[in-house]
């Protein structure tokens, strides 16, 4: 499976995405940057973490507009996996590419921290390695993670199984203390209604490995792995 | 063509909880103004058009609104042009 990990001036979180693709689930990735109009051959799409254009205006607002977008989109639209992370959550959005839209911490803090996350949803190609229910442990940093989006939209999510990841305590409950940014019913993480586009505040690029204190990131990126490998994508990136 | 200057108000929608507003709030009370019941904290964007009329100059901060300057998912925003003294164009 050939990832494509796009950067936008701002980027952060891109080389420890392209990290984890390439030299721990061993994945052929590259990088993107956001002035290319053409996105090659490649079946993932990770837009990452960071201030792009220094969060300038909304978060994600001006780089949603970059060449690159609209390639992203087109390449969502027909079906191609797309991950956004944090900053990459928040372009979807703004891109329209997801519903809703986060604003500032309900307790206009920066939070840095771990928290626990509840897997809703175990049949999408990013969560196919969790257990339904299961409670993962992944680090967050924003500062405009509160996931808002009309009630009929929360609603809409809700029925049709689209939030994906819930903050919730270590026991799997959807506490308001758990809640660490003040999302629209403790939501982490939502999918598209077609299953291929997940957006997520976590960052499980920066837990997928011991070394790091977790390795419960290395779920999504295991689950990446055995969606590739049912579809014969290469899971192996060639030998230097 | 002549200049106009748009001056664009984007604020949070009155459904959603402000908390920069509410955080100046309870400064402001705490300083003696106890006559203040609601403070809401938005941003304001100020832009200069080379357009051929009011009503053009207006549309197209309207358009940058609906575009870029504002998301009507969590923000309102509200537009004021008025002609301004010719500002030669950016060659």
Same mark, same amino acid.
């Given at each position: 499976?050939?990832?494509?990990?796009?950067?936008?001036?701002?980027?952060?979180?891109?080389?420890?995405?392209?990290?984890?693709?390439?030299?721990?689930?061993?994945?052929?990735?590259?990088?993107?940057?956001?002035?290319?109009?053409?996105?090659?051959?490649?079946?993932?799409?990770?837009?990452?973490?960071? !201030?792009? %254009?220094? /969060?300038?205006?909304? *978060?994600?607002?001006?780089?949603?507009?970059?060449?690159?977008? +609209? $390639?992203?989109? @087109?390449?969502?639209?027909?079906?191609?996996?797309?991950?956004?992370?944090?900053?990459?959550?928040?372009?979807?959005?703004?891109?329209?590419?997801?519903?809703?839209?986060?604003?500032?911490?309900?307790?206009?803090?920066?939070?840095?921290?771990?928290?626990?996350?509840?897997?809703?949803?175990?049949?999408?190609?990013?969560?196919?390695?969790?257990?339904?229910?299961?409670?993962?442990?992944?680090?967050?940093?924003?500062?405009?993670?509160?996931?808002?989006?009309?009630?009929?939209?929360?609603?809409?999510?809700?029925?049709?199984?689209?939030?994906? !990841?819930? %903050?919730? /305590?270590?026991?799997? *409950?959807?506490?308001?203390?758990?809640?660490?940014?003040?999302? +629209? $019913?403790?939501? @982490?993480?939502?999918?598209?209604?077609?299953?291929?586009?997940?957006?997520?505040?976590?960052?499980?690029?920066?837990?997928?490995?011991?070394?790091?204190?977790?390795?419960?990131?290395?779920?999504?990126?295991?689950?990446?792995?055995?969606?590739?490998?049912?579809?014969?994508?290469?899971?192996?990136?060639?030998?230097? | 063509?002549?200049?106009?200057?748009?001056?664009?108000?984007?604020?949070?929608?009155?459904?959603?909880?402000?908390?920069?507003?509410?955080?100046?709030?309870?400064?402001?009370?705490?300083?003696?103004?106890?006559?203040?019941?609601?403070?809401?904290?938005?941003?304001?964007?100020?832009?200069?058009?080379?357009?051929?009329?009011?009503?053009?100059?207006?549309?197209?901060?309207?358009?940058?609104?609906?575009?870029?300057?504002?998301?009507?998912?969590?923000?309102?925003?509200?537009?004021?042009?008025?002609?301004?003294?010719?500002?030669?164009?950016?060659?």
């Amino acid at each position: 499976m050939n990832v494509g990990v796009i950067v936008f001036p701002g980027s952060n979180c891109d080389h420890d995405a392209y990290h984890v693709v390439r030299h721990v689930a061993g994945f052929p990735a590259r990088f993107i940057w956001h002035k290319e109009t053409a996105l090659g051959d490649v079946d993932l799409v990770i837009v990452p973490g960071g !201030f792009s %254009y220094g /969060d300038y205006l909304r *978060a994600g607002a001006v780089a949603r507009f970059s060449p690159i977008m +609209s $390639r992203v989109t @087109a390449f969502a639209r027909n079906g191609g996996l797309v991950l956004g992370i944090c900053n990459g959550f928040q372009v979807l959005c703004e891109a329209g590419l997801l519903p809703g839209a986060l604003l500032r911490n309900a307790d206009l803090r920066f939070v840095c921290r771990w928290v626990h996350l509840r897997a809703e949803r175990t049949d999408t190609p990013f969560t196919g390695a969790m257990k339904p229910g299961q409670v993962i442990r992944v680090p967050v940093a924003h500062g405009e993670g509160n996931y808002f989006a009309s009630d009929a939209t929360l609603d809409r999510l809700e029925r049709d199984g689209r939030t994906v !990841f819930r %903050y919730c /305590d270590e026991a799997g *409950a959807p506490t308001r203390r758990a809640n660490p940014n003040g999302s +629209s $019913r403790n939501i @982490a993480g939502i999918i598209n209604r077609e299953g291929n586009v997940l957006g997520m505040m976590p960052h499980p690029e920066r837990c997928a490995e011991s070394v790091l204190g977790g390795v419960d990131g290395m779920l999504v990126f295991r689950s990446l792995m055995a969606w590739a490998a049912a579809r014969h994508l290469p899971a192996q990136h060639a030998a230097a | 063509m002549h200049s106009y200057k748009a001056r664009i108000t984007v604020t949070l929608r009155p459904s959603i909880l402000d908390p920069q507003g509410k955080a100046a709030h309870r400064a402001l009370t705490n300083l003696g103004f106890s006559t203040v019941q609601e403070v809401r904290v938005g941003k304001v964007v100020e832009m200069v058009l080379h357009e051929p009329s009011l009503e053009a100059a207006r549309a197209a901060a309207e358009a940058a609104c609906q575009k870029l300057l504002a998301n009507p998912v969590m923000e309102d925003y509200a537009v004021t042009v008025r002609r301004v003294p010719e500002i030669a164009a950016a060659s």
